[in-house]
């Protein structure tokens, strides 16, 4: 279900429409989640790299326990 999730770009892999799919958002070098810039975790990660909202759900990447859209 995942999986088809995913490819159907349905829930937490829904793209976003305008400002909120180019908000940026910090990923690290073998993360699975995505962090805001403000998020505690982001200063823990590996190799960090910051990327849009959009690529983060692009690479199956779910919303860090602390994610707050801004």
Partial sequence: REDDAAWG?????KRLKGSHGAAKVIVGKFTREYHSPYCPHATL???PATISVNEAK?????????WRPE
């Fill in 58 to 66: 692009g690479r199956r990447l779910a919303p860090c326990e602390f």
């Fill in 9 to 13: 770009q349905r829930g937490v892999w």
């Fill in 45 to 47: 990660l590996i190799e």
